[in-house]
Nanobody, 126 residues
């Protein structure tokens, strides 16, 4: 089992940047594929980005491609989401998720994940 704790959210103006971090407990972090999802008030949970257990494969929602970058540091048990050129429509609670899978598999739907963090709020003002 793994516990996930997100940090790095906050209030930023449109066009600005934030870097979210997801710290994981446990000794087997290198076996976990990781993902970031977001949910805005009144909207369904939405896929943002995902990375394979070995960090070699990634996937992004069309809405964030070219602006967001996901990375995974297995030595530090951390997955990062670098968010640039932020827009007001990026405002949401961002959560990270984890699941043990084969090294190169990327999971892009929330039902595929077993473990979730509590989330961190990102607010982008216009």
């Amino acid at each position: 089992q793994v516990q996930l704790v997100e940090s790095g959210g906050g209030l930023v103006q449109a066009g600005g940047s934030l870097r979210l971090s997801c710290a994981a407990s446990g000794r087997t972090f290198s076996r976990y594929a990781m993902g970031w999802f977001r949910q805005a008030p009144g909207k369904e949970r939405e896929f943002v980005a995902a990375i394979s257990a070995n960090g070699g494969s990634t996937d992004y929602a069309d809405s964030v491609k070219g602006r967001f970058t996901i990375s995974k540091d297995n030595a530090k048990n951390t997955v990062l989401l670098q968010m640039n050129s932020l827009k007001p429509e990026d405002t949401a609670v961002y959560c990270c998720a984890a699941r043990v899978v084969n090294l190169s598999v990327v999971l892009s739907t929330y039902r595929e994940y077993d473990y979730w963090g509590q989330g961190t709020q990102v607010t982008v003002s216009s």
